[in-house]
């Protein structure tokens, strides 16, 4: 008894052929879009040598911890950062942004008076920042890392 449905129309054969063609279009069409996207970069250029410096990183960082005070403030409405570093202290203040690499800024610090040094950011472009700072106080070593929005 036929119903009407004509079976040699389609077979295994030529789904299985649909199916395979289908995925390698599919398969394609992603790499063609992935090798095309602009603003993929690596963390930092010499990604490697850092790693092998990691571990004098966190011991910076614990020494920043043991302050017991917040060395990095951001002030969102005046779109200015604040360092509350003691007078004498020479440092490196790293504006990291990590969709675009051009924008990255090194800023050298040194602080010439007490109380708290800004930098401001208004040439910044909006968007998200880490902010690191390295500095060196009372011959020890300390490194900090904020994350904001401008």
Do not use: C
Request: no cysteine; aromatic share 10%; charged share 25%.
């Amino acid at each position: 008894m036929n119903l009407g449905f004509n079976y040699e129309i389609m077979n295994w054969g030529k789904g299985i052929l649909f199916t395979i063609i289908g995925f390698v279009v599919l398969i394609m069409t992603m790499v063609v879009i992935s090798v095309r996207m602009d603003g993929i970069e690596l963390v930092t250029e010499n990604y490697y040598e850092e790693e092998i410096k990691y571990q004098d990183r966190i011991d910076e960082s614990n020494s920043a911890i043991e302050l017991e005070r917040e060395v990095i403030f951001y002030n969102s409405q005046t779109n200015v950062i604040e360092l509350d570093l003691p007078k004498g202290t020479i440092g490196a203040l790293h504006l990291f942004r990590p969709s675009d690499s051009s924008l990255d800024q090194k800023i050298n610090v040194k602080v010439t008076h007490s109380g708290k040094t800004q930098v401001p950011l208004k040439e910044l472009k909006s968007g998200y920042w880490k902010v690191q700072l390295s500095w060196s106080e009372n011959g020890i070593g300390h490194y900090r890392e904020k994350k904001i929005t401008i």
